[in-house]
């Protein structure tokens, strides 16, 4: 009885490993690119042609840290973050992926999205030789106000800033920043007035279990004007952050989008 019972069980671990594998490689023919519909190999949403062929900002000609592009001066005239990065422009692809992430939950767009992410910061570390470790950094999203948070179902900056975090093995923190008031939307304000209406919108709470950190990386998913950011980057330092790189998905450059 003892032996018959042993083999049921190796029967059933091996049709269970097989029915495994066969969902892997299932899984693997279905995963077609969302631009081309050509099979994935890297990333189960795109494929690497589509990969290579997207409208970064090209770094041969722009810095990584778009600070120091002259034309950014204009766009994002106070600037009390120490760096700016962005992948590309707001224009397609990514304006219609952020879109469906945000209006249409698909939600599966944050880890292709933090994917982007991931490569361009890994670029920016190793071309620029900057030295931003898992010991001196904490990683923050620009957080939702609970309202918008409840209606939306999730906060896109939050899943795209926990899963970049998670790779790199950041400190990242849900709770430092709030978002205290519900405000009007920013579009088609003006710099004063969006300034006027972010008033008192946010406030910085470290604690004991979460100090304050010398560097922080403000995660969003696209810098319009900067003024959001400009907010809550003036909290931070008035905290005594000394150094904030703000590191979005898109940057929406006037005429571009
Ligand atoms: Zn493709």
């Not at 224009?91 to 249409?104: A, E, N, R």
């Not at 292709?112 to 670029?123: G, V």
């Not at 004063?192 to 922080?216: D, G």
Request: hydrophobic share 40%; net charge positive.
């Amino acid at each position: 009885m003892e032996f018959a019972n042993k083999h049921v069980h190796q029967i059933v671990r091996y049709f269970g490993q097989s029915f495994s594998r066969h969902v892997n490689n299932l899984k693997l023919h279905i995963s077609c690119c969302c631009l081309c519909g050509n099979p994935c190999q890297q990333h189960p949403l795109l494929c690497q042609y589509c990969q290579a062929d997207l409208p970064y900002f090209d770094h041969q000609r722009v810095p990584y840290d778009l600070l120091l592009w002259p034309a950014i001066a204009k766009i994002i005239p106070i600037n009390r973050f120490d760096h700016l990065l962005a992948i590309a422009p707001y224009v397609w692809p990514f304006d219609t992926w952020i879109g469906q992430l945000k209006y249409q939950h698909k939600t599966e767009l944050a880890a292709l999205l933090s994917y982007l992410l991931i490569i361009h910061w890994r670029q920016y570390l190793e071309i620029e030789n900057v030295n931003l470790t898992s010991e001196n950094t904490m990683i923050l999203a620009v957080p939702l106000h609970i309202k918008k948070w409840q209606e939306r179902g999730f906060n896109q900056a939050h899943l795209i800033a926990r899963k970049f975090a998670q790779h790199f093995n950041y400190n990242y923190q849900t709770n430092i920043i709030v978002r205290d008031k519900l405000t009007e939307n920013q579009v088609g304000k003006s710099g004063a007035e969006r300034r006027k209406n972010l008033k008192n919108a946010f406030s910085i709470q470290f604690n004991t279990q979460f100090p304050m950190p010398t560097q922080v990386v403000l995660i969003d998913d696209v810098v319009t004007t900067g003024t959001t950011a400009n907010e809550i980057c003036r909290l931070l330092k008035k905290k005594g952050v000394q150094n904030i790189t703000l590191l979005s998905l898109c940057l929406a450059l006037p005429g571009k989008s």
